[in-house]
């Protein structure tokens, strides 16, 4: 467990801003900074950070909470991970109780397969450096292929030995355990339940998870037998998702932000070279087919994307169908070829980075123009063929989201394809509609699904104090966080903090919101210690529940500009104008619905109890609960029906 005093020291270090802009592109608005929910696809930034608050919240999702609640629900760590995380990030060293064991199992699964995959980049990085077979065939190949050390280290590079269970073997030795060996890819069992390695004999590439740990591999062989497969990479786990990861993201994000633009190769080669060149906006998709996941990554950080081709024209026509989701997504996608016989990795490796720069600023086109290009190239003079290039050209042209950009794209394409813009136009109209006639059809299906077969009915009918009784106990606690450490200033009152004097008015009260009720036991506790607890405690509380309990009450959508009442002379009501009214009305709105649950209780007791003195003991009861009704509403100033 890491201690107390190592979490305060993360928490004062950590700049929420800082670490969420490490995976959400920010735009500051006022106090706060607004993007787009990595949680949610959506075109219209809902996802807010309060540097102020130490808080984030996303208003299409409802997640919330401070930067480690920001790392859970994103990269799905653990509390610890979390904070080992950002202590890494910050330079801080972490203190725990109990000796670690991260170099044995874990309790946690997804732990234990990250603990045993950065173990093996550690083994087979050493292993090309340090012995004769690693040095003579994988780090030969390596500088073979231009990389320099730096290169290497950074990204991890290394090598496996070609035996059977070298890797294997020493894993077990070090007392990792068979399972995560084998469910993380990198041992295979035999069916006498044996394990050997999966990558013997091949260099390998790292794959790293959005936050740097190493989640998979990527091995290449160095033999030329054609029954060998030239790449085996690691299959899907708890930890790895391919559709889900983009090669080089994690040491690129930083310069996709600063060039707001992505460059999307298709090997581990092409990122190395390009990155090695001093040009680190590059990911590649790994020899899989371009996902909305690994789109929607890449729109985190930016909405351009160049995609930079070698010259195979077969690749290319084959990767044309899938690219139309980038601009589904809303991304502008440009396309720049490479000369026959050149990839990104061979070009700026013999030509070097000013003329690779220069070769990707005077080829690049847009997607749209270079897909209408190609394929009117290849239709000829073949008048049916040409229909077809233009139907394919206006159904990529229809999944653009923002309408002056299609219009724009109609326009040129007309020019190109010389026909009439009206046509393409018409076309374009017909596409849409029959779009948001599927649509709306598969809406209507999924409604009908959802409706039963048969009617239902209930056996009571439906509370509807529940909610109001609950909002007013979460109204007590956002009163609590946002002055219980303020002194009253009413009545005479001295030297008494409103938290303390809210917790003993409400001593006779049960919270009934099971998160409620919690938040206020720890908030009486540490009322009870001598502190006064401040809404950071709870922001970074390791418990969720209370931690979106917390964001949600703080958080806020819409705020007021400052020049509000000079614009519209409106004043708005300030509840700190008039404290005491704030304070005690809440808790005396919270006690007048607790009394009137039990008056309807001591209703119904009275309908079903049929002994007298027992009726007169309910009776008095009621009585008693009347005028304390009547002594709550007299400060209320509302009138009680009788």
Known sequence: MITKPTIDRIMEATDIVEVIGEFVQLKKRGANYIGLSPFANERTPSFTVSPAKGIFKDFSTGKGGSAITFLMELEKFT?????????????????????????????????????VSGYAAKYFHE?????????????????????????????????SPDQWEAFTGEALKQGYQQEFLVDSGLSVKRDNGSLYDRYRGRVMFPIHSFTGRVIAFGGRTLKNDKNVPKYVNSPESDIYHKSNVLYGLYFAKKAIRE???????????????????????????????????????????????????????????ASLRGLDMILEEGLNVKVV???????????????????????????????????????????????????????????????????????????????????????????????????????????????????????????????????????????????????????????GIANTYIGPFMIAELSDVEFEDATCKQFMEMYRQEVENGVLPEEQHFIHHRDKGIVDLVVTLLATKYTLSENWYEMHKIMVPDEQANMKATILGAIFHLKKQKVGKILEGLRKELQTTPAEADQEILLNQYMHMKKVEKTISDYLGSVILK
Request: one cysteine or more; a negative charge; aromatic letters at 8%.
């Open 79 to 115: 509390y610890p991970e979390a904070l080992k995380w950002l202590a890494k990030k910050y330079g801080i060293e972490v203190e725990e109780t109990v000796e670690s064991s991260e170099n044995r199992e874990e309790d946690n699964r997804r732990e234990s397969l990250m603990i």
């Open 127 to 159: 292993t090309m450096l340090e012995t004769d077979e690693g040095k003579n065939i994988g780090l030969s190949y390596f500088k073979e292929r231009g990389f320099n050390n730096e290169t290497i280290k950074k990204f991890e590079l290394g090598y």
């Open 259 to 317: 060039e707001d633009n992505c460059y999307l190769v298709e090997g581990y080669a092409d990122v190395l070279s390009v990155h090695q060149a001093g040009i680190e906006n590059v990911v590649a998709s790994s020899g899989t087919s371009l996902t909305g996941e690994q789109i929607r990554l890449i729109g985190r950080f930016t909405k351009n994307i160049t995609i930079l081709y070698d010259g195979d024209a077969a690749g290319i026509k």
């Open 337 to 491: 070829l490479f000369p026959d016989g050149h990839d990104p990795d061979s070009y700026v490796q013999k030509f070097g980075t000013s003329v690779f720069k220069k070769h990707i600023d005077d080829n690049k086109k847009d997607f749209i123009l270079f897909k209408t290009s190609i394929l009117l190239k290849e239709a000829g003079n073949d008048p049916i063929r040409k229909s077809e290039v233009i139907r394919e050209i206006v159904e990529s042209i229809a999944k653009i989201p923002d309408s002056i950009k299609a219009s724009v794209f109609i326009k040129e394409c007309s020019y190109i394809l010389q026909i009439d813009e009206r046509a393409l136009l018409t076309e374009l109209n017909k596409m849409r509609q029959a779009k948001a006639k599927k649509d709306h059809q598969s809406q209507q299906n999924s409604r009908q699904q959802e409706m039963p077969d048969e009617p239902h009915f209930f056996d009571e009918p439906i509370v509807e104090t529940t909610k109001d009784e609950s909002s007013q106990e979460k109204e007590i606690i956002r009163l609590l966080l946002l002055y219980g450490n303020k002194m009253i200033d009413w009545d």
